[in-house]
């Protein structure tokens, strides 16, 4: 490697969103105590308007594509693509937030601050190109938010919220970092590509290589929140504030799968037939569990963390296809998944009121009659969730198990289909609460959608037709750039 | 743009139009749906005459890319399986539209735009010649129906609607499999094509292959029917839906798994079909004696219909699997005849629940006294059901039990029984219900029918007596694309099962 330290523009260029990220989450630290009684709302503002320049900023990094910073990032397509996944995660997470801060008089300028640098922290683990740099975007993603879990001080789901979050993630990261320090043993370098050719090389002692992938399994199976290791989720989610989970849920996910991919798709892609296995049980037990788990809450936050982890579960099914088209089904999936579970988180920041008091599934009540375009809205994600046509999530699932079939993992395919069709059965609940019972007291009482959270629900919605009915050049993009370096 | 790229707008536009219309104009919603269904049963009308004989190709074709990779295509035409089947649906949406008019006051606009897009998917269906196509529509129709289940319902809508959505889910769950795997091993979802492959030999499936595809599309599809034991749902789905989701549900999406397993299930897996043909027919006959015996024993009257529609459809099933011209042309022509005869059925028993609140059949008695013509209607409703002559469904049962019988006879005169069995409900559900005394709530609120019943019920009658006494109206079509199907499921066939030679041994019909 040539021994240049003095990085290009070209690679300030490649690193620009991390940038902007991370120093407009140090602005609005610095503002909030100047600004924070008169102008609370400005910091919601502020942090969309730094998360649309990160974006640009994503996209313009794209044109210049390559390693930087002593080949520690990169930036391809599969980073930008989910650079600008997370970004737009935020840009939701923040619009979904502007009613419920307010709301639950909590102080806004930290928070937006912890969200950019959950975000930063995000792109730095997508665009990593190095076993420490990836370690340290995911602690900048998790640390940030561990605090936004227990972000309401005073509520004591908030900080059980926050501890288990905190434990448990701590927890697996020690996992990953002992996959990583055998791996570093073995080989004598972090980098990914490196790290790859050493494997490659023969000699190399697999059975140590096999428990590495193994620990590093463990480490983001927590991440991913997948089972066996899905325990902390339900509660985690359903005791965090709704914007939070919805954040939580979909954004360190995302960047957690994308790490996921790029790990075990170049440094341990010589010994996936080891790995397949894992993935596949792994798949199945997070499907199967999260499905049958979430049949009998009745608590809609509760639900939508069971289901996330049955839908870990899809996306682990891509994984195990091994494949490029594999890696693409998972893109997209993301995207899709990402989409309909903000928006329907929206609607549960909607409909909870403060104190997050109305969360069970027969407050929805009725909806349809008292806010028929809420109920609307709900119901075209809550189609996506059950993979309807011309959603997203329906392309999604169809395109991940098209990767499945592809790489003839049949039975697996049968099972997570048959699986998706269990799911319709809680999913469906939401439609019968809201379009075939009378209104309840809640929705009765409920004030109309606010500019922030009609944003929140509108934008997602348009996203998930628009994956559904013309995924063309989504997908394009995530097939272009799912063959990482190989 | 032709005229089925048209037929499959409309209803959409309208479905549109009439969600962004607002709430209060209920008239002006209920107007503007009917306009737009009767527009569409004008276009759909062209179809019929636009239509040529004697070409073996799907006609009115429009192919063009939706998604380029992986490559699938929005590929729509017709051929006289599907023709009919396309005008049934427009036919009877705008009576669906019709006779919901009054009873329907709760969600108006919602109501009506649903139906619209029942429509729409329903004819997609039919007219889908892409498999991912197909199944887009297959699952865009579950959606209006699970909303008109279960919203506009009865006391136990809810759990009906659930219960329908989720059978069918796991239904085209399989079928979704199956597909995906048809693509990967022939690089396209373009049926053509597929089948192109499969009977040039370019795709080999092995023969467990082949069973486990073939099993994949049936059962999605025999759910749909519904063959016996996969009916549960639809006792009560019938049941509890409001009249115009019975009419839809009963006539055209029942045929939709007959369809399906016409157009695709026979071509597609011509071995696996022959070689599973003697349980599926088996199947079959059970539906249609226990349909017809449950039939009789139910005291609801939409219940006792529902149970027929089992016996009748086991009828459909076992054209289907007979292999023969005869009992494929009898079975495409039972699937048009139950639409009209049961949909028929389905929508005097919804006059009398409007007008009595009470599907029981102990709840009434003596109509024929108070409501002549309503009597005479549900006559000779009844008789079309029962396969009188001259009536729709004897066509039907006839060609389906002459083909059986060319090919078993033994199974014919078990599938008889049902022919009989059906007069017994029919009939003493008609004595029950119209003769005797009577009855107190009968004789104050059972009124005899009105202008707006008259008009969505007369051009069922009508078709019943066209389709019973004029069938190569419609069965020279439907014939000439059996051929083909048949011919197709020949292809490449050992033909393991013996099906024994006409007239061999048996007392034959011809």
């Given at each position: 490697m040539p021994a240049n330290f003095a990085p290009s523009a070209d690679d300030y260029l490649r690193f620009l969103p991390e940038i902007i990220l991370t120093v407009a989450g140090t602005a609005l630290m610095v503002l909030d105590p100047l600004f924070a009684k008169r102008l609370p709302k400005m910091f919601g503002t502020l942090a969309i308007g730094a998360f649309i320049a990160a974006m640009v900023a994503a996209c313009a990094a794209n044109a210049v594509p390559g390693a930087s910073f002593s080949n520690l990032l990169i930036v391809d397509g599969f980073a930008t693509y989910f650079r600008v996944l997370v970004i737009g995660i935020g840009i939701l997470a923040t619009l979904s937030s502007y009613e419920y801060l307010d709301r639950e008089k909590a102080e806004t300028g930290e928070y937006h601050a912890l969200l950019l640098f959950s975000v930063a922290g995000q792109c730095i683990m997508v665009s990593a190109n190095d076993l420490i740099m990836i370690f340290i975007g995911l602690e900048i993603s998790s640390i940030s938010s561990y605090v936004l879990a227990g972000y309401l001080r005073d509520d004591k789901r908030n900080n059980e919220a926050a501890l288990k979050y905190f434990l448990l993630g701590s927890f697996a990261t020690g996992f990953l970092l002992y996959g990583m320090a055998i791996i570093y043993g073995i080989?004598?370098?972090?980098k990914l590509d490196e790290v790859r050719l050493a494997l490659n090389t023969?000699?190399?002692?697999m059975g140590m290589v096999a428990v590495a992938a193994g620990l590093m399994i463990v480490g983001l199976g927590f991440k991913v929140s997948g089972a066996p290791f899905q325990m902390w989720a339900p509660d985690v989610y359903q005791g965090a504030p709704a914007p939070v989970s919805a954040f939580m849920a979909t954004a360190p996910k995302a960047a957690a799968f994308a790490i996921f991919v790029r790990i075990f798709m170049t440094c341990f892609e010589r010994i996936s037939n080891s790995w397949e296995p894992l993935i596949w049980i792994f798949a199945l037990l997070s499907m199967t569990i999260g499905n049958f788990a979430a049949?009998?809450?009745?608590?809609l936050k509760r639900m939508l963390a069971y289901s996330s982890i049955a839908n870990a579960g899809y996306i682990l099914v891509a994984l195990a296809a091994r494949s490029e088209l594999g890696t693409s089904a998972i893109m997209f999936y993301l995207a899709a998944y990402a989409l309909m579970n903000i928006g329907a988180f929206a609607v549960i920041i909607h409909i909870s009121g403060k104190g997050e008091r109305h969360l069970q599934?027969?407050?929805?009540?009725?909806l349809s009659q008292k806010q028929p375009l809420t109920a609307a809205l709900l119901t075209v994600f809550v189609l996506s969730f059950i993979g309807v046509p011309l959603t997203g999530g329906f392309f999604g699932k169809f395109y991940i198990f098209r990767a499945a079939l592809d790489s003839n993992l049949v039975w697996l395919a049968v099972l997570g289909l048959l699986n998706s069709a269990v799911a319709a059965y809680y999913y469906l609940r939401l439609l019968v609460v809201m379009y075939m019972h009378e209104p309840g007291e809640v929705t009765q009482e409920l004030h109309p959608l606010t500019p922030g959270l009609m944003a929140a629900l509108v934008l997602p919605a348009i996203g998930t037709f628009a994956l559904g009915i013309l995924p063309e050049a989504v997908l394009n993009f995530a097939r272009n750039s799912s063959m990482l370096g190989r | 743009m032709n005229i089925l790229d048209l037929l499959l707008a409309i209803p959409a536009i309208g479905f549109f139009v009439g969600l962004i219309?607002?709430?209060?104009?209920e008239q002006a919603i209920r107007l503007l749906t009917l306009v737009f269904s009767l527009i569409a049963f004008i276009v759909s009308l062209g179809l019929a005459i636009g239509f040529q004989t004697g070409q073996t190709t799907q006609q009115f074709v429009t192919n063009v890319v939706w998604i380029q990779n992986p490559e699938i295509h929005y590929h729509v035409g017709i051929d006289g399986l599907s023709l009919w089947l396309i005008i049934l649906t427009t036919f009877l949406t705008p009576i669906a539209i019709l006779i919901s008019w009054k009873s329907i006051q709760k969600q108006a606009k919602e109501f009506f735009a649903f139906l619209l897009l029942l429509e729409f998917g329903l004819i997609g269906v039919f007219a889908a010649w892409d498999l991912f196509l197909f199944f887009v529509f297959w699952e865009i129709v579950l959606v209006p129906m699970y909303f008109l289940i279960g919203i506009w319902g009865h006391d136990r809508r809810i759990y009906a609607a659930v219960k329908f959505f989720l059978y069918t889910m796991a239904g085209s769950a399989l079928m979704l499999v199956a597909i995906i795997f048809l693509y990967t091993q022939s690089g396209t979802f373009d049926y053509a094509t597929i089948l192109d492959q499969l009977a040039s030999g370019r795709i080999a499936l092995s023969h467990i292959q082949e069973t486990l595809l073939f099993l994949a599309f049936f059962i999605a599809f025999a759910i749909k029917v519904p063959l016996f034991p996969l009916h549960t749902w639809l006792p009560d789905a019938h049941v509890e839906a409001p009249t115009a989701g019975s009419l839809m549900l009963a006539s055209v999406m029942l045929k939709m798994g007959t369809y399906g397993l016409v157009r695709f299930c026979l071509p597609l897996f011509p071995t696996a079909a022959r070689e599973n043909a003697p349980w599926i027919i088996v199947l079959a006959i059970i539906g249609i004696v226990y349909g017809a015996l449950v039939a009789m024993v139910q005291p609801n009257m939409k219940k006792l219909v529902a149970y027929s529609s089992v016996s009748h459809l086991g009828f459909v099933v076992l054209g289907i699997f007979s292999f023969t011209q005869m009992g494929l042309d009898g079975a495409v022509y039972q699937m048009l005849n139950h639409g009209i005869s049961t949909g028929a059925l389905f929508i005097l028993v919804g006059f009398m629940y409007e007008r009595r609140h009470s599907l029981a059949i102990a709840d009434y008695g003596g109509v024929a006294t108070v409501a002549p013509w309503l009597s005479t209607i549900f006559l000779i409703t009844t008789l079309a059901s029962i396969g009188l002559?001259?009536?729709?469904n004897f066509v039907g049962e006839f060609l389906v039990l002459q083909g059986v019988a060319q090919a078993n006879f033994t199974w014919t005169v078990f599938a008889a029984l049902g022919v009989i069995l059906s007069a017994c409900y029919m009939l003493w559900l008609y004595q029950r219900v119209f003769f005797g005394a009577v009855g107190e709530g009968v004789e104050h609120h059972v009124l005899d029918l009105n202008l707006r019943e008259w008009v969505s019920i007369v051009p069922l009658i009508v078709m019943m007596v066209w389709m019973g006494i004029y069938t190569q109206t419609f069965l020279a079509h439907v014939s000439e694309t059996n051929a083909q199907i048949l011919n197709q499921s020949k292809m490449n066939v050992p033909l393991r099962v013996a099906i024994p030679p006409v007239g061999g041994g048996h007392l034959n019909a011809r």
């Open positions: 080989t004598g370098t972090t023969p000699g190399v002692s049949l009998t809450q009745t608590n599934i027969d407050d929805l009540a009725g | 219309m607002p709430r209060a104009q002559p001259t009536l729709n």
